[in-house]
């Protein structure tokens, strides 16, 4: 009985060392092939000669035909080659970014601006309209040139017009 008990145990050893000696073949995973062609994506325009340089602010209007009063003249926006904004908004200095859309609609040509960054500058006479001015700026969507000339439109009808410095 135990010669048979033994022989079972060595059986078994036996079994389970060659079990593990055992490798086992991998099965290939499919890989998918793309099967629609590659896009290359176009980038709208990062300069118009016709935006590029420094516009002075002439004067703003919201939608509903209310004008925003200045009590500065000097209010300019400059529009530069690599893509920046910078400029004076009546007390403060600003800058930031801008990106032309690269369409045309029937209040102009598309552009998103900012986020803009200012100085921290307080000036009683001007925060009112330092603030609006800001506003409509940054939600500007359409801008159109028109010789020396230019004005800014937002998606509400507000606008800021300007001549050209």
Request: net charge neutral.
């Amino acid at each position: 009985m135990k010669s048979l008990l033994l022989l079972t145990c060595a059986v078994l050893f036996v079994a389970l060392v060659t079990a593990g000696c055992t490798t086992q073949t991998p099965t290939p995973v499919p890989t998918s092939v793309p099967t629609t062609p590659a896009t290359v994506a176009t980038t709208p325009p990062l300069t118009d000669p016709t935006l590029t340089g420094t516009w002075i602010y002439k004067g703003a209007m919201f939608a509903g035909g209310t004008p925003v009063i200045s009590n500065t003249q000097s209010v300019t926006a400059t529009f530069n080659n690599d893509g920046t904004v910078t400029g004076f908004s009546g007390c403060n200095n600003y800058n930031g970014g801008y990106t032309l859309g690269g369409k045309t609609t029937e209040f102009g040509k598309t552009i998103t601006i900012g986020p803009l960054a200012s100085t921290k500058m307080y000036c009683a006479d001007t925060s009112n309209f330092e603030t609006q001015y800001l506003k409509i700026f940054q939600d500007t969507i359409t801008y159109s040139p028109n010789n020396d000339t230019m004005i800014l439109r937002t998606s509400h009808g507000d606008q800021i017009s300007y001549n050209k410095g």
